[in-house]
T-cell receptor, first 114, second 112 residues
Framework: DSGVTQTPKHLITATGQRVTLRCSPRSGDLSVYWYQQSLDQGLQFLIQYYNGEERAKGNILERFSAQQFPDLHSELNLSSLELGDSALYFC?????????????FGPGTRLTVL | DAKTTQPPSMDCAEGRAANLPCNHSTISGNEYVYWYRQIHSQGPQYIIHGLKNNETNEMASLIITEDRKSSTLILPHATLRDTAVYYCIVRVKEGGGNKLTFGTGTQLKVEL
């Protein structure tokens, strides 16, 4: 158990819908990261937040957005969902935003878009 | 981040040492080598990391060659539960962002 929690575990929805994935970082961690893992793309970095502020962006679609709240939990919002958005979404956290801080991953949310 | 090359798959007998190689010939002096593993769609699990010295923890040992162009992750006594995809990742020490860039990894299969 990494100490990072994600809800829900599974999510099934239809195309065109909007969903919100939630992540609670390890106690004391200020930085949160979101990754997407699909069958054809592998594990890809989406976005990073540190203490409430966006710090880095990867290949995140404009239909996707995220935020980190004052209590440090984070939400990833996915809208106008397409079949290709079906994937595992992982959240990770680290103590600071240093590039050498170890990132610890949550168990993930499996999103299925029908 | 420097590119890494890993064999796509390896087999290991239970109880034997699993030695997983990683080539990172373009690594820079300020880049660390990190190892993660992913057991069947679970969240990636941190294993170990190092800069130039060999490292050991309760999970594994990391051997980095003197020229730092390659490394080996050693699981001393592999068990069936070590069956997973193992990712070798090179990260900059400072700057360069904090994302992890995952390659395709090595699928390790531990068998009886």
């Amino acid at each position: 158990d990494s100490g990072v929690t994600q809800t829900p575990k599974h999510l099934i929805t239809a195309t065109g819908q909007r969903v919100t994935l939630r992540c609670s970082p390890r106690s004391g961690d200020l930085s949160v990261y979101w990754y997407q893992q699909s069958l054809d793309q592998g594990l890809q970095f989406l976005i990073q937040y540190y203490n409430g502020e966006e710090r880095a962006k990867g290949n995140i679609l404009e239909r996707f957005s995220a935020q980190q709240f004052p209590d440090l939990h984070s939400e990833l919002n996915l809208s106008s969902l397409e079949l290709g958005d079906s994937a595992l979404y992982f959240c990770a956290s680290s103590v600071t935003e240093s590039s050498t801080d170890t990132q610890y991953f949550g168990p993930g949310t499996r999103l299925t878009v029908l | 981040d420097a590119k890494t090359t890993q064999p796509p798959s390896m087999d290991c007998a239970e109880g034997r040492a699993a030695n997983l190689p990683c080539n990172h010939s373009t690594i820079s002096g300020n880049e660390y080598v990190y190892w993660y593993r992913q057991i069947h769609s679970q969240g990636p699990q941190y294993i170990i990391h190092g800069l130039k010295n060999n490292e050991t923890n309760e999970m594994a040992s990391l051997i980095i060659t003197e020229d730092r162009k390659s490394s080996t992750l050693i699981l001393p006594h592999a068990t069936l539960r070590d069956t997973a995809v193992y990712y070798c990742i090179v990260r900059v020490k400072e700057g360069g962002g904090n994302k992890l860039t995952f390659g395709t990894g090595t699928q390790l299969k531990v068998e009886l």
